[in-house]
């Protein structure tokens, strides 16, 4: 499976499909966007050339790396080996085929029924905070930021949802996408089932509740005084045999609306009301289906696991600054508000994330108006000059990256073994060994990442 990096992970069942749901943004003849919002940990780089391989083979360049959009929930349930960077599939044992495809697969066929029901409409946006959906996870980290910046909020975590409401001219609101800070780890390493996590519960719990509400809504354009149908003015049986099974039959149905002989101007209620429940049976047809996408946002330092990281042996609070049990970290786990049962707690935070969203979507009227735009770049973080205000305007340089203790560590959403801790300003000397037979570090890189020690 794909998050945790545990090599014995290993996927046993299903808790809930996966899903990749994707709006398009369009201008007549001019710019347009596509979001996809993925139930994976991540999106990847070679699952994003592919889809645009095949994209650009069905839609003459329509769609390209500029202007589709493919973002993960990060879920820690799903699955693995996917992804082209020796780092991320070294723990499902390298590249799968089988879950590479079914990702693109499942990419493509989005975006291709997204653009299939592209209708007139327009977009509305509305914000709010979601309480207690998260927590900071490094909370003694967070206070390393100077007081003054601190000061500047209220929260050591971003709690705002952004929404986005979807209406249809003709069939009112179809959907909705938001953009919320919280990471997908509801569900523990120690599950072995293929889950979209709190942020894919949460969309299954708003589709299922626009389900209820019959959204989207046909709005009727036909007038409601052509009196009451008598006993002969029921569908012929012909129709009847047909309506309870209109996508075998469209085609015929549609035959019989059009042969409908003119009145000549005379009022004939039956052919009216006839016509217009065939009608209604033919827009019922081309309904579009609602989509709600829970989005990931700046979910770096948040966790789910909203009652705190404790001690597996003890229950004790983990040790504030190295989130470990004893001087280890392999004890040390984060507890959701359903604890101990990692499926409440994953219902609990898309509840919550839920209901905030039916909040905003049912009161959102700041109407988005302008141009259809979009921005993509590529950029070297290694070649990045920055100022450092800190330092009285100094300017310095980003250099390589490079894998160091609290990468190998974690924190307390998921305990790693192998001694690693975090904050280590020092290391581990076997490790270091390890290190130096694969390849020393230069000192320009020890020099550049001091006094973090590199891995």
Not at 400 to 405: E, Y
Request: net charge neutral; charged share 20%; hydrophobic share 30%.
């Amino acid at each position: 499976m794909m998050g945790y990096a545990m090599l014995n992970q290993i996927v046993s069942g299903v808790h809930f499909r996966l899903q990749a749901r994707t709006f398009v943004v369009a201008e007549p003849g001019g710019n347009r966007v596509a979001f996809v919002n993925l139930d994976a940990c991540m999106a990847s780089q070679l699952v994003t050339i592919k889809v645009l391989e095949r994209l650009k083979t069905r839609y003459n360049g329509l769609y390209n790396e500029q202007n589709v959009a493919i973002s993960g929930i990060h879920t820690h349930a799903g699955p693995g080996g996917y992804l082209q960077y020796v780092v991320y599939i070294v723990t499902s044992l390298g590249f799968v085929r089988q879950s590479f495809d079914a990702v693109v697969d499942g990419i493509e066929q989005s975006i291709i029924q997204a653009h299939d029901n592209l209708r007139p409409g327009h977009i509305f946006v509305n914000k709010g905070k979601v309480p207690d959906a998260g927590i900071n996870r490094s909370p003694s980290a967070y206070l390393n930021n100077p007081a003054e910046e601190r000061s500047k909020f209220t929260d050591n975590i971003d709690k705002e949802m952004t929404l986005l409401k979807f209406v249809d001219n003709e069939w009112g609101p179809v959907g909705s996408f938001n953009w919320f800070a919280t990471h997908g780890t509801s569900m523990s390493n120690t599950n072995s089932l293929i889950s979209g996590d709190n942020k894919g519960a949460a969309a299954r719990f708003m589709e299922d509740w626009a389900k209820q509400k019959g959204l989207p809504k046909e709005i009727d354009i036909y007038p409601d005084d052509l009196g009451t149908d008598s006993e002969q003015d029921q569908y012929p049986r012909r129709i009847s045999n047909i309506i309870p099974h209109l996508q075998e039959n469209l085609d015929e149905l549609k035959q019989i609306a059009s042969s409908f002989r003119a009145s000549g101007g005379r009022r004939l209620t039956r052919s009216l009301s006839m016509t217009r429940r065939v009608r209604s049976e033919l827009r019922q047809g081309n309904k579009p289906k609602f989509v709600s996408a829970f989005c990931q946002s700046n979910c770096g330092d948040v966790s789910p696991n909203t009652l705190g990281a404790f001690c597996n042996d003890t229950g004790l609070p983990c040790d504030f600054n190295h989130s470990t049990c004893n001087g280890k970290n392999e004890l040390c786990y984060g507890r959701g508000p359903g604890y101990p049962d990692e499926f409440e707690s994953t219902r609990i935070i898309g509840d919550k994330q839920y209901t905030k969203a039916v909040e905003l979507f049912s009161t959102a009227t700041e109407k988005v108006n302008g141009k259809v735009e979009f921005r993509h770049t590529y950029l070297d973080f290694s070649q990045l000059e920055v100022t450092l205000t800190s330092s009285g305007g100094q300017s310095g340089q980003n250099m390589s990256c490079s894998n160091g203790v609290c990468f190998c560590c974690g924190n307390y959403r998921w305990s790693w073994a192998f001694d690693f801790r975090q904050g280590d300003d020092t290391g581990n000397p076997f490790w270091k060994l390890v290190r130096n037979v694969l390849k020393t570090p230069t000192k320009e890189q020890v020099d550049c990442q001091k006094p973090k020690p590199i891995y």
